[in-house]
């Protein structure tokens, strides 16, 4: 940050930017970036906001009370989890992932921890839970005044902690705990970035007394989803426990939702859906796209990954998480028919198009009543089985037509060009046998309907 310093502190608590501490995170988490969505439209976060990375040294902000009363507190290094290999990744190595589809939260130590009064309401996500994790969508605890105020957060906290973070701020100058610098961050931004909860929530408290608890930063993002995007999942419970807009987007309209389904952080997502009835889970950022559209595209880039380094455990890993990012939206309620604006692709064309045969193979499984229309929808003229027949050199490729055929794909269906699914299929024996099945099943289609048509 770069509000106005006395002489000694520009000496010792000089403030990075919000993008630097998230690059900062990010280098100390990984040295090995997957790739970035096929399609660069998908990306929630412009590359010249993530990828200028910065070679200072790790920042550690430290002051004693007796020197500077404005910073009467020693802040900790901060310190990225061990089990990360991809940025914002928090797959713990003691999960077992041998069960598909599961979120892995991971666990938050606390420091005497603030005891939850009520009774815990359990996540309405049945397929998606771990054994023995903790809840992520239990009452608040009731943590205490401030300034003749009870504000109830998510989890247990170090209370001493939050004390001392209140007491900070209010020796603060007002300024600097309430206005923007340059870059548009507020101390709100810069603490949540850093992971600082207690910090964060005091912060918190204060804008929200001025009304700015939403503020944005020069890329457009409030604090939430600084939160979001730096797998906070705490912060997010307790910025919204306060009031935050969950709703909120950025200067490419990305929502909360659209950068917890990219990123594939369950934990995240799971705190922005329990018990959030306003969250628009249709939301359509910038290239038209929902939350579950950018939930797919995430999950089949890193499937695409894993299919070139299939011993990668922690591919898996990642694959499983952003998997289960797409269960926990479908189950809350986003539409499988809701088609990208550009395009007209729904998930199913989108997981079909990149031979995401887990993807593909999940989505089928549901018992849709229009099961048949959702396999037959058209984008640009092309239905599923379309791009299914242009998968020349997947693996995937004949499994995935036996999927949708199964599942009452019709493959005399003609595009725009006036082809069906059998004119795109490759040359050369393994086409041959392709356009042989799905032939095949065109002639018993057509035969059905002739019967049908007779006892009529």
């Not at 918190?204 to 503020?215: H, P, S, T």
């Not at 910025?239 to 909360?256: E, K, P, Y």
């Not at 059905?448 to 048509?453: A, E, G, M, P, Q």
Request: glycine share 6%; with cysteine.
């Amino acid at each position: 940050m770069h509000f106005d310093k006395s002489p000694k502190e520009k000496a010792c608590c000089t403030q990075p930017t919000v993008k630097k501490l998230l690059e900062q995170k990010r280098r100390r988490e990984t040295s090995a970036v997957l790739p970035p969505c096929s399609t660069a439209s998908t990306s929630p976060i412009p590359l010249n906001t993530v990828a200028e990375l910065s070679s200072s040294e790790p920042f550690t902000l430290t002051a004693g009370p007796t020197s500077n009363p404005d910073m009467a507190v020693s802040f900790q290094s901060w310190v990225p989890p061990l089990e990360s290999t991809h940025p914002y990744y928090s797959s713990a190595p003691e999960h077992s992932y041998d069960t598909p589809y599961l979120p892995i939260q991971p666990e938050y130590s606390t420091q005497q921890p603030v005891s939850i009064f009520g009774d815990s309401i359990s996540p309405s996500y049945p397929d998606c839970s771990v054994v023995g994790e903790p809840s992520m969508a239990s009452s608040w605890p009731l943590l205490g005044q401030s300034q003749n105020t009870q504000h109830i957060y998510g989890s247990s906290m170090d209370s001493l902690k939050l004390d001392e973070a209140r007491m900070l701020l209010s020796g603060m100058d007002y300024s600097r705990t309430t206005c923007q610098d340059e870059d548009g961050d507020t101390i709100l931004h810069i603490y949540t970035a850093k992971g600082l909860r207690e910090y964060a929530i005091a912060a918190a408290e204060r804008l929200k007394e001025v009304g700015r608890l939403d503020a944005k930063e020069h890329k457009g993002k409030t604090a939430l989803l600084v939160a979001v995007t730096a797998n906070q999942p705490e912060i997010v419970q307790d910025l919204l426990s306060l009031g935050a807009d969950i709703n909120a987007c950025d200067f490419t309209g990305q929502t909360a939702l659209h950068l917890a389904a990219h990123y594939g952080f369950p934990a995240v997502l799971r705190a922005l859906l329990s018990g959030r009835p306003n969250v628009n889970l249709e939301a359509r950022n910038f290239e038209g796209m929902t939350p579950l559209h950018c939930a797919a595209i995430s999950h089949s880039v890193t499937m695409k990954a894993f299919m070139a380094a299939p011993a990668d455990v922690g591919l898996q890993a990642k694959g499983d998480e952003k998997l289960s990012c797409v269960q926990m939206l479908i189950i809350a309620g986003a539409s499988l028919l809701s088609q990208e604006i550009k395009s007209n692709k729904t998930i199913l064309h989108f997981a079909v198009k990149e031979g995401n045969i887990k993807l593909v193979d999940y989505l089928l499984s549901f018992r849709l009543p229009n099961m048949k229309d959702f396999v037959n929808m058209k984008a640009h003229g092309h239905t599923a089985l379309h791009m299914a027949a242009g998968l020349h050199s997947n693996p995937n490729q004949e499994k995935i037509l036996q999927l949708l055929l199964d599942r009452g794909a019709d493959p005399s269906i003609r595009n725009l060009e006036n082809d069906q699914p059998a004119h795109l299929l490759q040359s050369g024996p393994q086409g041959e046998r392709l356009k042989f099945m799905l032939k095949r099943r065109s002639s018993s289609r057509s035969g059905r309907t002739r019967n049908n048509l007779d006892h009529m």
